[in-house]
Each structure stands twice: as structure tokens, then as C-alpha cells.
């Protein structure tokens, strides 16, 4: 049985075998909820149970700390995914961690809080899990072959984390647009790309003002390029980048990182699906490399993609 529980509360049941965490904003209604037993049982993890810490879109700097404090000092909690928050945690609480990988200092983020011992590590797992979701729809020579841009609507955690694997790609674009509501958010980008000695000239960083502003850009796309809602618009909080009069590139991947919630986004580019020659894609396996990866890295695991399609498939299962 899953539980959901403030941050702010202590958690006193005695599980035996423990529990892992998930930090978000309305995780009851996440379909991990229904996924992490099936997956226990794949992997054979010793706990079934998942307990879930909501914290609202303007959670205060003492709430994250309270809720890392309860992760760390709770013998019976195993670690957390952090989904929504993951840079806030990192801004208000990334002193409390005995050790961040390079991912985490460089993007400002955490979003796995995993144990060894009594030491507490923090890694920030976005630009990992975010190439694997890239390689499953996008075909390997993509922007080699077509000269495709990649637009990045959202200089958030996964937006950024989305810009630093295009960068690393073999195959990389011929550009790369990142777009955000506040000149604060792209310095903070530009920082972490210059940080990461991103090439020069590779990211285009655009302030956006109004959705007309965003639909410009892509609009202005080349055919078969990539268009991402990284904002969380249509998950967290109801709306899209875009206005609905957006036209999409011919041919284009058009990408919602998001697989539940309203979704505006997601119906923007379906409607537009036959007439554009799109490629529409949720955020479906996205979520199941990011769920997986930080599982792994909770309870210490190796996983093959073998042991992925393995759980991709309990997850579906589970979904119907």
C-alpha cells in the first residue's frame, strides 16, 4: 500500500524493509504509484512501498530543507526521486548532502537522493534520462542527415538537463533554442553551459515574453526539428507554451516531456499530427527512464536494457 504524506510530517510507521520517497507536487495521482510495487517486484527490491512528498509550486526554503532532513534522518527511508522541485532542492538544501555528483553542481539540481551508510548523495540524473527518451523516437544520424534545429520551450531542470545531452550528442544539431519567461532563468542556463565548456555558438538562448513570442520561434523552425515543452505547463499548472494558432515545422518531433495533467501541449501538436507530417511523443518514457535510473541508483542496481523493456512493460501493464 502506498502512502502520500506532507514533506512536512514525520512518517512513523515502522515498514521493516523501509520505503522509497517521491517528491513532487500531486504525486497520489502519479502513475508510480501503481507501477513501484510491479517494479519491486521485478527487480526484487525489498520494499514494496513508495510514500509520496507533496510540496506546493512556492514550497518556502525551510520546507525543503525539512523534507531532506526527514529523507536523511528517517532509518527506515531509502532515498527519493525529486521531480517538480529538483532545483529548488538544490538551492535550499544541497549543504545537507554529504555528496553531489558533478551533474548536480553543474546544473543546479538533485533529483535523486539516494544512502550509503549515513552519508546522503545527491545526483542529478535529468541528462542522463532525458538522451536515453531522446534515442527511443529520434533516429541516430537525425540532425546529420536533415540539418534540424532543436527548439527547448523552458530553461527549467529538464530543459537544461535536455540542452547539456544535445551538446554531447555525436550527432548534434545545428542549434539549439532554449526559451524561458526571465532573463534570470537563461543566465542561469548560460552559466551552466559555460561551466560544461558547451561549444560556442551551439545554444540560443531567447527570452519569451508571451506564447506569440514562443510560437514565432517555432514556426520559424526548420522542417524535422525537435520541439520541446520543457515548461511543465500542462502538468503541474494547466496551459501550454504556445497559443493554439502555433504552426509546427513539417516533419517535426514535437515533444511533451509531460505524460499526465491536462496536456494542452501534447493536444496542440496532435491536432496538427496528419496535416504537418508530425511525430507527436508524451512523456512516457521519459518518465520511465527517469523512474528507473534513480530506483537504481536508490538501491544500488545495474540495469540492462534488457531490465528496462522488462520494466517498461510491468509499467504499461500497469497503466491499462
Keep these: 500500500m502506498t502512502t502520500s504524506l506532507p514533506a512536512s510530517l514525520p512518517v512513523d510507521a515502522d515498514t521493516g524493509a523501509g520505503y522509497m520517497g517521491f517528491v513532487g507536487v500531486s504525486t497520489g495521482s502519479s502513475s508510480i504509484m501503481q507501477v513501484f510495487p510491479r517494479w519491486a517486484d521485478v527487480l526484487g527490491l525489498p520494499t514494496r512501498e513508495l510514500v ?17 532532513e526527514q529523507i536523511r534522518d528517517d532509518p ?53 534520462t532525458v538522451d536515453l527518451a531522446l534515442n527511443d523516437f529520434l533516429p541516430a544520424d537525425h540532425f546529420a542527415r536533415t540539418g534540424a534545429e532543436v527548439v527547448i520551450l523552458g530553461a527549467g531542470g529538464s530543459g537544461t538537463a535536455l540542452s547539456w545531452a544535445l551538446a554531447e550528442r555525436a550527432d548534434a544539431p545545428t542549434r539549439v533554442t532554449v526559451t524561458a519567461r526571465s532573463d534570470e532563468a537563461l543566465e542561469h542556463l548560460r552559466a551552466v553551459h559555460a561551466q560544461h565548456g558547451t561549444a560556442e555558438g551551439l545554444i540560443r538562448y531567447v527570452r519569451t515574453d508571451s ?35 502555433v504552426v509546427f515545422p513539417e516533419d517535426a518531433y514535437v515533444w511533451e516531456f509531460n505524460y499526465r495533467g491536462s496536456l494542452e501541449f501534447l493536444h496542440q501538436a496532435r491536432a496538427q499530427e496528419q496535416a504537418r507530417s508530425l511525430v507527436v511523443v508524451d512523456g ?37
Excluded at 509520496?52 to 531532506?68: N, R
Excluded at 499548472?237 to 494558432?245: C, F, H, M, Q
Excluded at 534513480?294 to 522488462?310: G, H, K, M, Y
Aim: charged share 20%.
Design 52 to 68: 509520496g512528498h507533496d510540496l506546493p509550486m512556492d514550497a518556502t526554503p525551510a520546507q525543503y530543507v525539512a523534507m531532506v
Design 76 to 128: 527506515n527511508h531509502r532515498g527519493a526521486l525529486v521531480t517538480t522541485h529538483k532545483m529548488n532542492v538544490y538551492a535550499a538544501a544541497s549543504d545537507l548532502f554529504d555528496e553531489l555528483d558533478p551533474f548536480a553542481v553543474s546544473c543546479s539540481e538533485i533529483s535523486s537522493i539516494s544512502k550509503r551508510g549515513d552519508r546522503l548523495i545527491g545526483r542529478a540524473k535529468d541528462p542522463i
Design 284 to 320: 512516457w518514457r521519459y518518465f520511465i527512464h527517469g523512474w528507473s535510473q534513480v530506483v537504481a541508483d536508490v538501491f544500488e542496481l545495474d540495469l540492462t536494457p534488457e531490465i528496462v523493456e522488462q520494466l517498461a512493460q510491468a509499467a504499461e501493464f500497469a497503466r491499462r
Design 211 to 245: 506564447p506569440a513570442e514562443a510560437a514565432a520561434l517555432v514556426a520559424a523552425a526548420p522542417a524535422g526539428s525537435v520541439i520541446v515543452n520543457a515548461t511543465g505547463l500542462g502538468k503541474d499548472r494547466p496551459g501550454s507554451p504556445l497559443p493554439d494558432d
